[in-house]
């Protein structure tokens, strides 16, 4: 029990109910703007905490009886093992991405987990192979790194990434040391929406928290849960075993309590509408939605479904059909009996009851079906307050002595104080590496200016002139080395731009950012001499050319390669002008990579700016964490510090990962003023902090947080603040800003005076910021977003707030909206793409009424936000993250920060999570991939999946679309390591992400689906038919020509039986050749010329009649190889007057498989003998044989290998034309055995038919690659020679295998005109000879006197592989007219066959929408939905077809998809049944229009299909009526009221990816499985899940249930090349397919 509650993948403890009035969240929210109280508590005990938290989320407990939720608390104040265990492994818990750490958050997502716990179904785990687990793993991906000491350190090896926020991942670390106490405080903040610095409080909290008093907070919430469940489960479910689980600290508890129903009626559900299921002739699978679930506390019943209890499937037979995989390996290699009929019993429950609300009804207009539009709720909230007021920051007082540019400030300090330090880079010890004075830096970037512009190229020809474009490609450590380039290129007045160096040829996004720098016209690449020489190179020691990137010539600017300047050339010094200074470049949320242009204006302005709002001074020491090369690092350590002449302490990326306190220390150290980090710095240092006993930052009077905006910066800030406090860290000096690559600075929290009022916060609801109001939260609710604000705005700007989407409107005071700067100091363009400039650097803000409310163009930042009370900036998110999925937004950092919230926290490596939306079926769809520890489970995997889905579901009511996790450190990496998120994006879309675990949701999520058809009732008889019309619309009919008005001298006519043609074509023409059979070497293997053959079937006859004792009328197998001993055979019975069946021989490799169905067709046609060859009869005895079927009951066993001279004593002639001539045994598509009956009339009637149609005659040769057993194949290669007297060529299709130039060589060689083949022949002659077709053609092969090559079948036409054949050979001389196709089925052998002398076979494209209501609706062709349909052939002479509907059976009008139904002489007879099962005779041999024509007989094909009179003239001058066959009536799928067509499915499947060989779909309990084959690494299996279901909701509007990923060849196929889908849905169902994966959508 304990296993399969485990395994269930819920991981949910199913606890008693809470009450249903205290599990709902409370609904009203407060519309009051956000109001800012102060904390007047001051101190807050332990005790107080619990209460105040009890209170909070009491709500979500279950509660247990007489037990008040505060009290069970404070009962728990001593700390019980598990709390206090889990406390110390908290400490040093896994890595997380420090970005996200907000512990409130942490709890409200546990909380909300609690409540979903109580009515959690549990889903099914998806199957995987052994070799797929095992590999996913463990051993096989890189251990974690043990080197950077213990992980309580939070020191990683350089995959922590640098997480910059735009790319939606990164940074690794842990959680902090101190949670106890900042949970509190941050509980009392979210409590009272205030600051949380008052000093008393913060150290007595933390000291009760030091003292063991409280674990962290989110392991005590779930311990509190797990004690209050175990209460609740023993007062309520005593007789139960529960165990409680202390991974999780959840107690997981599953009753699977056994619980018989009756079984209900097969109504089952499929998106929340049921309905019932038609009958169809095959028998019904077992139904198993009787087994469900009594009520949600009871976990859910799973049982075995009793074998023989539902229907008899084939589900439950004992032949294990693939191989031996009877039992499935899941999670840790624990075999478990995954039945899968549980499985899909386990998903059909869990798609029970609709998740969302069911749609509303809406206009279905005549063809297109609309998707649901999401209609706007009425009650949603809206944006109620009044129009804003823009905002104007303070004047930018310009200062007597600010210098008039950059360049300038630089030359004043670099004579003035030329010893004064200007930048002190730092080694990975932490040791000084070099420091640069500002004499340096000015001689040195004189130095470069020249040699930038008159060392490069020629003096005729330099190869850069001022305002070109460099790019400085420079490694984060050499940050010295970048200033030089960078003041050199602005005195030598070129445009730098600043990139990341590329480490391999095709780093993730390289290619964008060459495409950058080919579009800016970079020919010049900067860097330093370590960069140079790692770099990669060619053998040759060339820098090769990265992917993308123009040709560059790469340059070293260090002193020791430059000359030096002429004493008389001075660099010209210009005040800032509106030249371009630098580009900054920016990824886009596509991947797409962007130049932002800076002026020299620009630039200084903004220097300026910072200068005043930071209050920068001459001289003050700056310590810079940030990457110096772009963003909040280039405008404060490179360019603001060199106006002020400040001292930048720079501390590398690497350093900070050896030594994450590296930056606090040097901020102790250097007595540092202004420190600029991330808040993942901050996160960093807590976790390395051990009570350092020197830290002081009292010299601190601003850290400014690069990532302020980000809104969850904040728990950082708090923490950091917690633990410093102690350290002479003040709260005013943390100043949050925020920026973007466009607006540069758009605002920062300036340093306070010692003892101003701190800033407050916001707690705003989540559900009103998607609606894109600003709500005031109460604090009970779960889905709250706690900001900080990132100050005010910058001096002389003046910023607003504008409508997301449309027009620049001002937005209201409640309402979120894109912020917009307008200030001198932002970006002024995109480089060389001025529409999208247009768009973001020149918007005029509207109001109301339409006036811009200023003349001056404002920027827009990319960020989201409002200004609140008192100006104060609040940033929710950014452009870039935001997703719209179904009208609602929603931040990827949010959902981040949810799933990193969810236990396991360890779970995720080092906290690397992409999200990211792709657009399905025109909505967005959110997509989450997560890094997996290496050392995580299955199971561990899985429940964690369902939870995360749970969370997310909970706190932002939106559906995760598709959860995909990926082995560590495979997702790629932007250069500082953080997640690439497009390219991520990208793989995933491409099906290259690889991921070692995948949980698609689409029925949860896809609410835009099409209104599931209700079938209209078609024509009945009461409507008025007037001649040929059904209400106003022609009737489908048609008719081939009429064998009465055909005149042609043919003598065999004469003869009522082809046994008699025989005997007179022996006497008349005794040497003519009728058929030759060719080996695989393309020679003749043996001939038989008419008194041959005549004088062989004499012969068998005689034995048949001497060693078998036969009577007129017995039957006798004839298991034969193709070739001529079979052609005898059959003469030979017809001569005796038995009746022949042909038998496909069982295979000598396969005979386990093959030679059942033998013995089955030769059981079931009562066949009293079997006539074969001596080698098929020492196979029929061997030692394979008797493992595989009784050997004892075969019937007497003839070879006719060695006949005896003999003659019979007489040939047996009918008395009646219409006995029995022979047998014709096939298996269908769905794996049904027929056999039908063919009369000699029909049979010399079929024969006729054929021979006026292809005007075969004895002058005639005929190529035929075929098999021989069955429908049209055995016709032409058996009867039609001796009918017609043409010589046959006979090629078996299997020497095809050997050689598979054979049968087109053979064509060629006999210059045949008419030729036969199946379609897996052709598919061989394509995939065999697609390379070849040069080398044939040097052999001679010609194939332009071909007039018709017909394929034979018995389903839709597969146009796409005529029309490569006919393109691929197209060189040897083949006419693409010439190849057709026919049709066949059970109860005419041939419908239709393209004759020599009918118009060319058309194709048309018709709607498959309209397709799936069984309309026709012609299109032109690549409309979108269209599908190409080939008509099969033309009708042959003598049937006459109409189309009727298959329920009503009334006759169709032409715009009608119908039942084919054909009228000719040579229909079978009826079905041969050992049952006698004369329902189905009489229906599909004698069936009758309900009304219209109701006298004549039909028989019904089976298939669906519509006639079209086209333009085109047959032979007797009347318009040509094509019939085009869509597909098998049995085979098709009702979903959703539609019908649907498994081959279109199938195509779209197959085209999704290039591994996807092959596809098969089918349908259990309405539900659609696919299976697909994959050619490739088993790696690539889980990538086709997502792409496959995308690919089936875009093209055909369904969920797909199940995807199951097998080896090649799985997928059953018959002699004919037809899928045999219900063959599969069996194996499947019985678990015998092995498959790789299979995943159950839930």
């Known amino acids: 029990m304990k296993s399969a509650a485990g395994r269930q993948g819920g991981g949910g403890f199913a606890a008693a109910a809470a009450p249903a009035d205290r599990g709902q969240l409370g609904s009203s929210s407060s519309c009051r703007s956000i109001e800012m109280q102060h904390d007047e508590e001051g101190d807050i005990t332990q005790k107080g905490y619990e209460k105040k938290r009890s209170k909070l989320i009491g709500a979500y407990f279950p509660q247990t009886p007489g037990m008040d939720p505060s009290m069970g608390q404070e009962r728990r104040t001593p700390v019980t093992p598990s709390s206090s265990s889990r ?52 051993d096989a991906y890189t251990p974690p790194d043990s080197s950077s000491g213990s992980e309580g350190e939070g020191q990683g090896d350089e995959d922590v990434g640098d997480g910059e926020e735009e790319d939606g991942g990164g940074g690794g670390g842990t959680s902090s040391s101190r949670e106890g106490s900042i949970n509190m405080e941050q509980w009392i903040s979210r409590a009272v929406h205030s600051s949380t610095t008052t000093t008393s409080s913060t150290a007595s909290s933390s000291s009760s928290t030091r003292s063991g008093g409280s674990g962290a907070a989110a392991g005590r919430l779930a311990d509190v849960l797990a004690q209050h469940v175990h209460i609740s489960a023993q007062h309520h479910l005593r007789h139960h075993r529960h165990h409680h689980r202390h991974k999780t600290g959840l107690l997981s508890h599953l009753s699977l309590r056994k619980r018989r129903r009756k079984a209900e009626p097969a109504g089952l559900v499929q998106n929340g509408n049921s309905e019932p299921r038609r009958s169809e002739n095959h028998s019904a699978p077992p139904d198993v939605t009787g087994y469900t679930n009594n009520t949600a506390a009871d976990g859910i019943q799973v049982e075995r479904a009793p074998p023989g209890g539902g229907g008899g499937s084939a589900a439950h037979r004992q032949t294990p059909k693939y191989g031996n995989a009877e039992l499935m390996e899941t999670g840790d290699g624990v075999p478990v009996s995954s039945r899968v009929s549980a499985k899909i019993q386990q998903l059909v429950n869990t798609l029970k009851r609709p998740k969302r609300p069911p749609l509303r009804e809406f206009f279905v207009d005549d063809f297109e079906e609309l998707l649901e539009v999401q209609q706007p709720d009425p009650n949603l909230p809206k944006a109620e307050g009044a129009q804003m007021a823009a905002m104007r920051g303070e004047q930018l007082g310009v200062v007597t002595n600010w210098p008039p540019s950059l360049e300038a400030a630089l030359q004043r300090w670099g004579t003035i104080s030329p010893k004064a330090p200007c930048l002190t880079t730092m080694d990975t010890n932490g040791k000084p590496l070099y420091v640069l004075t500002y004499g340096k830096l000015w001689s040195r970037s004189v130095k470069v200016a020249y040699n930038l512009l008159h060392k490069l190229g020629t003096k005729q020809e330099p190869l850069v002139r001022p305002g070109d474009r460099v790019a400085l490609v420079f490694p984060n450590n050499d940050p010295g080395a970048f200033m030089t380039a960078f003041y050199g290129c602005l005195l030598a007045e070129v445009v730098p731009v600043p990139i990341e160096v590329p480490l391999t040829r095709k780093d993730a996004g390289s290619q964008q950012i060459g495409f950058l720098l080919g579009s800016c016209g970079v020919t010049v690449a900067l860097t330093s001499d370590a960069c140079h020489k790692g770099l990669p190179k060619t053998p040759t020691g060339e820098i090769p050319q990265f992917k993308g990137w123009p040709k560059v010539l790469w340059f070293v600017p260090e002193s020791k390669h430059l000359s030096k300047p002429p004493r008389d050339w001075f660099p010209q010094i210009k005040d800032a002008n509106q030249d371009t200074a630098y580009i900054e470049y920016k990824t886009c949320k596509d991947g797409g990579v962007l130049g932002v242009t800076v002026t020299r204006t620009a630039m200084l302005t903004h220097c300026q700016a910072l200068t005043q709002s930071c209050s920068y001074t001459e001289a003050e020491t700056i310590v810079n964490v940030l990457d110096f090369k772009k963003d909040v690092g280039l405008w404060h350590a490179v360019l603001t510090s060199v106006m002020n002449m400040m001292h930048v302490i ?108 701190p800033p407050s916060r916001g707690v705003l609801s989540m559900p009103g910021l998607s609606h894109g109001v600003i709500r005031v939260d109460s604090e009970e609710k779960l889905s709250v977003l706690t900001l ?132 399905v079926l025109h909505d967005e769809r959110i997509v989450v991939v997560a890094e997996q520890r290496p050392d995580s489970t299955e199971e561990d995997s899985f429940q964690w999946m369902s939870r995360v889905l749970q969370a997310i579901d909970s706190i932002h009511q939106v559906g995760v679309y598709c959860l995909a996790l990926v082995p560590s450190n495979t997702l790629p990496k932007t250069p500082l390591g953080g997640i690439h998120l497009s390219e991520a994006k990208q793989l995933f879309l491409e099906g290259a992400l690889h991921p070692c675990n995948v949980l698609m949701c689409p029925h949860t999520c896809v609410t835009n689906l099409p209104k599931p058809r209700q079938k209209q009732p078609e024509i009945g008889p009461a409507s008025v038919m007037v001649g040929n019309l059904v209400s106003g619309k022609r009737i489908a009919q048609a008719s081939g020509r009429d064998l009465g008005q055909i005149e042609d001298n043919d003598q065999a006519r004469k003869f009522l039986f082809l046994s008699e043609v025989l005997q007179w074509r022996a006497q008349t023409t005794p040497d003519h050749v009728l058929y030759t059979l060719l080996n695989s070497r393309g020679a003749i293997a043996s001939s038989l010329t008419c008194v041959q053959l005549h004088k062989r079937a004499e012969k068998i006859a005689a034995v048949l009649s001497e060693r078998g004792h036969l009577q007129d009328g017995d039957h006798v197998a004839l298991v034969y190889p193709p070739g001529i001993d079979l052609i005898a055979a059959f003469y030979g019975c017809l001569y005796a007057g038995c009746v022949p069946i042909t038998v496909r021989p069982p295979h000598p490799q396969n005979i386990a498989t093959t030679l059942p169905t033998v013995k089955m067709i030769v059981e079931v046609s009562r066949s009293v003998c079997v006539m074969t060859t001596q080698l098929i009869c020492k196979l029929l005895r061997s030692k394979e044989a008797l493992a595989a079927v ?285 049952y006698g099962d004369e329902v189905l005779q009489s229906d599909h041999f004698s069936s009758r229009l309900s009304f219209g024509d109701t006298q004549t007989v039909w028989a019904r094909t089976g298939y669906l299909g519509f006639l079209r009179r086209t333009e085109l003239t047959d032979a007797s001058g009347e318009r040509h009526d094509a019939l085009y066959v869509v597909g098998a009536l049995e085979e098709a799928m009702e979903l959703r009221g539609m019908r649907y067509h498994p081959i279109d499915i199938e195509t779209s499947v197959i085209r999704t990816h290039k591994s996807i060989t092959e596809c098969a779909v089918f349908t259990w309990t309405n539900l659609l499985v696919v299976v697909v084959e994959l050619d490739g690494s088993e790696h690539e299996a889980l990538d086709l899940v997502p792409l496959v279901t995308n690919v089936v909701l875009e093209e055909h509007y369904l969920i797909v249930g199940v995807v199951v990923v097998v080896d090649i060849g799985v997928i059953p196929i018959n002699s004919r090349g037809e899928k045999q889908r219900m063959h599969l849905r069996d194996g499947f169902l019985a678990d015998q397919l092995d498959p790789i994966y299979v995943a159950y959508n839930m």
């Open 87 to 138: 406390y110390n492994r908290r400490r040093s818990s896994g890595s997380r991405d420090e970005r996200y750490r907000s512990d409130v958050h942490t709890e409200a997502v546990q909380a909300a987990l609690a409540k979903h716990k109580e009515r959690k179904m549990a889903v099914p785990m998806p199957s995987k192979r052994r070799s797929l687990v095992v590999q996913t793993s463990m």
């Open 650 to 757: 720079s501390i590398p990326y690497a350093l900070m990962k050896v030594n994450p306190l590296s930056w606090i220390q040097k901020v102790c150290q250097f007595k540092a003023k202004v420190a600029c980090v991330k808040s993942r710095d901050m996160h960093w240092a807590l976790v390395a902090h051990r009570d350092q006993r020197d830290v002081n930052l009292s010299s601190l009077r601003m850290l400014v947080v690069a990532d302020g905006s980000n809104p969850w910066s904040i728990s950082s800030c708090d923490a950091f603040l917690n633990v410093f406090q102690t350290k002479g860290l003040r709260p005013e000096v943390i100043c949050p800003c925020a920026s973007s690559p466009e607006a540069l600075t758009v605002a920062i929290r300036r340093p306070l005076e010692e003892g101003a009022t």
């Open 788 to 919: 900080q604000d990132v100050g005010s705005v910058m001096p002389g700007a003046l910023m607003c707030a504008v409508k997301v989407e449309g027009v620049p409107q001002l937005c209201k005071t409640d309402e979120i909206g894109e912020m917009c700067v307008c200030t001198v100091a932002t970006g002024t363009s995109y480089y060389g793409l001025a529409g999208m400039t247009k768009n973001t650097f020149e918007v005029f803000p509207v109001s109301n009424n339409g006036t811009p409310i200023s003349e001056f163009p404002f920027t827009r930042t990319g960020l989201l936000g409002f200004i609140g009370p008192a100006g104060l900036i609040f940033v929710i998110g950014k452009m870039d993250g935001l997703m719209v999925v179904g009208g609602r937004r929603h931040n990827a950092d949010d959902i981040v920060a949810t799933a990193l919230a969810v236990e396991p926290m360890k779970f995720v490596y080092r906290g690397r999570i992409a999200v990211f939306s792709i657009t």
């Open 1190 to 1474: 009784d050997v004892r009951t075969w019937p007497p066993v003839i070879d006719t290998d060695d006949l005896p001279k003999k003659k019979p004593p007489l040939l047996y002639k009918p008395s009646n034309p219409d006995t029995l001539a022979y047998l014709d045994f096939s298996v269908s598509t769905t794996g049904m055995l027929a056999g039908v009956k063919m009369s000699h009339t029909a049979t010399s009637a079929f024969c006729r038919s054929i021979k006026l149609q292809c005007e075969l005659y004895p002058s005639r040769e005929v190529a035929i690659c075929l098999d021989p057993y069955c429908g049209l194949g055995f016709v032409l290669w058996c009867l039609c020679s001796v009918y017609s007297g043409h010589q046959s060529i006979l090629i078996p299709p299997s020497e095809l295998e050997v050689n598979p130039a054979l049968w087109l060589s053979a064509v060629s060689q006999y210059k045949v005109r008419d030729t036969f083949c199946s379609y897996s022949v052709m598919e061989l002659c394509t995939k065999g000879l697609g390379l070849q077709t040069d080398s044939l053609k040097s052999r001679g092969v010609d194939l332009s006197r071909v007039r018709t090559c017909v394929v034979v079948a018995e389903e839709r036409p597969r146009i796409a592989l005529t029309q490569s054949f006919s393109k691929l050979f197209k060189d040897l001389g083949l006419h693409p007219r010439a190849v057709s196709t026919s049709f066949g089925c059970r109860v005419n052998l041939a419908i239709c066959l393209q004759g020599t002398s009918g118009p060319d076979p058309t194709t048309v494209f018709v709607d498959m929408r309209a397709l799936r209501h069984d309309r026709v609706r012609l299109v032109e062709r690549g409309s979108p939905h269209s599908l190409p349909l080939m008509e099969s052939g033309k009708i042959l002479p003598g049937v006459r077809i109409i189309i009727a509907n298959p329920e009503t059976k009334g006759p169709m009008g032409e715009s009608h998809l119908g039942e084919i139904w054909a009228h000719s002489g040579h229909n079978a007879s009826g079905y041969f049944t050992v």
